[in-house]
């Protein structure tokens, strides 16, 4: 079974900077895409960032692109979890939200496994 449990979140000032991790665990993760999404109060859920674990490959949504990087995080990854980073700069009071981590079925970019989500509260 699948378990995604992410961390880091906080709070923040304007311009300043969080890191959020995700250990997923339950499966090799060699052909899964694993991304980002979070959703502020009273929106829907949106994409944030993706990386394709096999060959690294990254997209990122234009409101976070140049502030943002999604990366694995080799330097924690053992044969049963797998971990991912989401380094958060030059944050903004509209980057607020609940931060989920997710990740697809194998060799496809549909997202069907979900953490349970971390509060970023970037203040102006």
């Known amino acids: 079974q699948v378990q995604l449990v992410e961390s880091g979140g906080g709070s923040v000032q304007a311009g300043g900077s969080l890191n959020l991790s995700c250990a997923a665990s339950g499966r090799t993760f060699g052909s899964y895409t694993m991304g980002w999404f979070r959703q502020a109060a009273g929106k829907d859920r949106e994409f944030v960032a993706q990386i394709i674990w096999s060959g690294g490959s990254t997209d990122y949504s234009d409101s976070v692109k140049g502030r943002f990087i999604i990366s694995k995080n080799s330097a924690k990854n053992t044969m049963s979890v797998t971990t991912m980073l989401l380094q958060m700069n030059n944050l903004k009071p509209e980057d607020t939200a609940v931060y989920y981590c997710?990740?697809?079925?194998?060799?496809?970019?549909?997202?069907?496994?979900w953490g349970q989500g971390t509060q970023v509260t970037v203040s102006s």
């Open positions: 997710a990740a697809s079925r194998p060799y496809s970019t549909d997202f069907v496994y």
